[in-house]
């Protein structure tokens, strides 16, 4: 997915006339061109295009940020900065890639370990839950 994004189908895309203000809870994909002024948590990957913006934070298997990320990330996996793309804020992630060009202003911490996502969490506690 790192190496040609353009191909990835992605369930949701929020456009780039559009601004959701609150939390985006998602089990699948997607691709943010416009803003998002509250959070995203998804068991898959987010795209920030050149014109997103996501504030306050993002809990995501791969992030991958063209455009602007304030706050906190939580990455179960990898965390890519393109060129042109800005990052402020903590991030917690098991692989980091920022390419020249690309802005990193805060804090970031390796996983040890693949730590589930918000998500996840949930969906392991109501399994448990229905086995017991």
Known sequence: M???D????FDTVIGADTTIEGTIKTQ???R???KILGGVESEGDVIVGKDG????SISARNVIIAGTIKGNLHVTEKLQI?????FSGKAQMNG???EDGARFNGES???EKKEPTPLEKKDQSQKKEAVE
């Open 2 to 4: 790192f190496k040609n």
């Open 6 to 9: 353009k191909t990835k189908v």
């Open 28 to 30: 699948t994909s997607l």
């Open 32 to 34: 943010v061109e416009g």
């Open 53 to 56: 913006l996501v504030e306050p």
């Open 82 to 86: 393109q060129s042109g793309g800005s």
């Open 96 to 98: 980091m890639i920022i």
């Open 109 to 111: 911490q390796m996983n």
